[in-house]
């Protein structure tokens, strides 16, 4: 059954004691009679802590990137299993900040998911167009080609461990946000994406995150969208009582 997610990616942001603080005004603010999954990504250093803070609440855990190798001279890198082996069992990969910054390929990710799914982890999936890429009108075969290279490899079995994060890089951290219509037409091209390589019933399973300037006044029109399934929040995530607003309007 496709499920309701709010997920926030905290970046890199936030110190040990301010993580302690932030998690524990979510605990106390989310909403507690939502039927959604909430997840939250803090920075490597502080997750160990965050599992362990969250350990009885309806708050999951994820990283923000990991590694696509099991081990080895990668000087600075986390690998699937070093998460694993701390509880954290989600990963985001393919945000457009390490695609743009760090330069992650398609391909890069495609072998990041392995990774992931031998270990078993969740993967919220991030893809998304340039404004470049929309006024040239190519902005769906942007998200096709995203899909196609760095997730349509897998196997059906592992669909149930996909999160999909349509995040339009011109949204990112901006303000400016797509008007639901714009994100409602690009879920349900997304989702036909899915159905035609993976039948239907993958694609009515699989939720389909909204990322880009989501706020308290904003989220719930986004959300009401028949293909909106929640929300990668960025700023927002940053403050408890945003966080939890835009939790309450799934
Ligand atoms: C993000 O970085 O995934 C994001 C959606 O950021 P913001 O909400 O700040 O636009």
Redesign the pocket.
């Known amino acids: 059954m496709r499920q309701k997610i709010v997920a926030g990616?905290w970046?890199m942001n936030k110190n040990a004691e301010e993580t302690e603080d932030l998690l524990n005004e979510l605990i106390d603010k989310l909403p507690a009679d939502v039927e959604a999954q909430f997840v939250v990504a803090p920075t490597f250093v502080n997750l160990a802590s965050a599992v362990q803070h969250l350990e009885f609440t309806n708050i999951a855990v994820a990283a923000q990137n990991m590694h696509q190798a099991e081990n080895g001279a990668f000087t600075g890198e986390i690998s699937a299993d070093m998460l694993k082996s701390i509880g954290v069992e989600t990963v985001?990969l393919g945000?457009?900040?390490r695609r743009s910054y760090f330069g992650e390929t398609d391909d890069i990710i495609a072998k990041k998911t392995d990774a992931a799914l031998k270990h078993d982890m969740t993967v919220i999936f991030?893809f998304g167009e340039e404004l470049q890429d929309r006024k040239d009108n190519n902005h769906f075969n942007v998200v096709e080609t995203q899909l196609r290279d760095g997730l349509f490899h897998i196997e059906d079995k592992n669909w149930e461990r996909i999160i999909l994060?349509y995040?339009p890089v011109w949204?990112?951290?901006?303000?400016e946000?797509a008007s639901p219509d714009q994100a409602q037409e690009m879920h349900a091209f997304i989702r036909e994406t899915v159905e035609k390589k993976f039948g239907s019933e993958i694609a009515e399973n699989v939720s389909i995150l909204y990322?880009?300037?989501?706020?308290p006044d904003n989220a719930k029109e986004i959300f009401s969208k028949p293909d909106v399934d929640g929300?990668?929040?960025?700023?927002?995530?940053l403050k408890a009582d945003d966080f939890a607003a835009i939790a309450s309007a799934i």
């Open positions: 990616n970046k985001i945000h457009s900040e991030c994060a995040e949204a990112i951290g901006t303000g946000t990322g880009g300037s989501v706020k929300g990668l929040i960025g700023g927002a995530a």
